[in-house]
């Protein structure tokens, strides 16, 4: 009964910043790979970020430098730090969980609506 929920989205203009959040529970948190992803209309859904369960990260070329993934172990939560934000941003953002010890398993939140207007 792994459950992820997202907050944070919402409606900013180009240059601004937002915070993601990713709840989890139902599962031992720290032993998960953490993701971040998006899906725009009529786009593919992509990789955005992603955390290891040892704390290392990668990004997705368009958002290199502007965003930062981050985990709360003790919290049992992930963060998405959205700066300097473009309209090409906009788009429906999840948060993906992966247990290494299973490969195959994974969850999925809802998604969070994020809008960057110009």
């Known amino acids: 009964q792994v459950q992820l929920v997202e907050s944070g989205g919402g409606l900013v203009q180009a240059g601004g910043s937002l915070r993601l959040s990713c709840a989890a529970s139902g599962t031992i948190f720290s032993i998960n790979n953490m993701g971040w992803y998006r899906q725009a209309p009529g786009k593919q859904r992509e990789l955005v970020a992603l955390?290891?369960?040892?704390?290392?990260?990668d990004y997705a070329d368009s958002v290199k430098g502007r965003f930062t993934i981050s985990r709360d172990n003790a919290k049992n939560t992930v963060h998405l730090q959205m700066n300097s934000l473009k309209p090409e941003d906009t788009a429906v953002y999840y948060c993906n969980l992966e247990n290494p010890f299973s490969k195959g398993t994974e969850y999925w939140g809802q998604g969070t609506q994020v809008t960057v207007s110009s």
């Open positions: 955390i290891t369960n040892g704390g290392r990260t």
